[in-house]
């Protein structure tokens, strides 16, 4: 009688995976593009992102993650006076030892350099250079993008998909006014991968109930994507998060049952490869809906 029950439950236990790869191998069409076994995106899935390789990542931000058990990709640049400003700025070292703690390191152009119709031509010199700096030291080459400034223009998507990119973050602008913070949350089923807007952009002045506002909309398929600087940060004090304040942030979203992960880590839950037809559409849909408003 065992074996027959047995057998039930193994059918049962395995039917949500088999139904859908039983579709795919009827269909050798669509193989390969869709052919994944994606995860269904989970309430209070948070992506945590940290720009402009701040020293303060390193010594603060670093042990407080670990601790805490979060995942996140930090975003390198070598602009600013990161060459002569090692009081400020991490060396090539701590962000190989990023990597190997397991953190994503993404990149964030070799000068930090807003992506528009002017700068295009020079776009894959700048990844390329920081791709390069990335294997000397050890790190994978990256996949995962934020536009410098949160400058965006379509003509970046084919270049980045040509450089292997999955993931991209842009700024909450053009649906929000930079100097608000505010943002939208990541809708995937909406989002073009390479133009994932920000939820929350952290700035001197929040508190928690800011990056509760944010990280709040992280649910019924969407994702809330945060983007943080240095902590502190002395160099960039318009978007300075303090350090106590940040340890009541990860403090919060761990209490409450967050998951945080690194925007390359996206790839459990949203097939990069899967593009809308229109990146703007939603965009265009959203800024409509607050004009409404
Ligand atoms: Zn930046």
């Known amino acids: 009688m065992k074996i027959p029950i047995l057998t039930a439950l193994l059918i049962l236990l395995f039917l949500p995976v088999s139904v859908p790869c039983t579709a795919q191998e009827s269909h050798p069409a669509v193989e390969g593009s869709t052919h994944r076994s994606l995860q269904p995106v989970p309430d209070k899935l948070v992506v945590l992102t940290f720009d402009d390789s701040v020293a303060s990542l390193h010594t603060n931000v670093r042990p407080l993650l670990k601790r805490f058990g979060f995942s996140a990709t930090f975003f390198i640049t070598e602009g600013f006076s990161f060459a002569t400003n090692k009081t400020d700025y991490m060396t090539w070292d701590q962000i190989a030892e990023l990597h190997r703690d397991g953190f994503e390191i993404g990149n964030h152009t070799q000068s930090h350099m807003?992506?528009?119709?002017?700068?295009?031509?020079?776009?894959?010199?700048?990844?390329?250079?920081?791709?390069?700096?990335?294997?000397?030291?050890?790190?994978?080459?990256?996949?995962?993008?934020?536009?410098?400034?949160?400058?965006?223009?379509?003509?970046?998507?084919?270049?980045?998909?040509?450089?292997?990119?999955?993931?991209?973050r842009r700024g909450a602008q053009p649906e929000f006014a930079y100097e608000t913070g505010r943002g939208i949350p990541y809708e995937p089923r909406g989002d073009h991968p390479l133009l994932i807007p920000t939820t929350g952009d952290a700035r001197p002045t929040w508190t928690l109930e800011n990056l509760k506002q944010a990280a709040v909309q992280a649910r019924d398929g969407r994702i809330a994507v945060l983007q943080f600087h240095g902590v502190p940060d002395h160099e960039h004090p318009w978007v300075n998060t303090p350090l106590e304040r940040f340890v009541e942030y990860l403090t919060w979203l761990k209490s409450n049952g967050y998951q945080c992960i690194a925007l390359g880590d996206l790839a459990r839950f949203v097939d990069p490869d899967d593009l809308p037809a229109e990146p703007w559409r939603i965009i265009e849909h959203r800024q409509a809906e607050l004009r409404a408003k």
Do not use: M, W
């Open 114 to 168: 807003g992506v528009g119709a002017d700068t295009l031509g020079r776009l894959r010199n700048e990844v390329t250079y920081i791709n390069q700096r990335c294997a000397e030291h050890g790190i994978p080459k990256p996949v995962s993008f934020a536009y410098p400034g949160n400058s965006i223009h379509p003509g970046a998507l084919p270049i980045l998909r040509e450089l292997g990119f999955k993931f991209a």
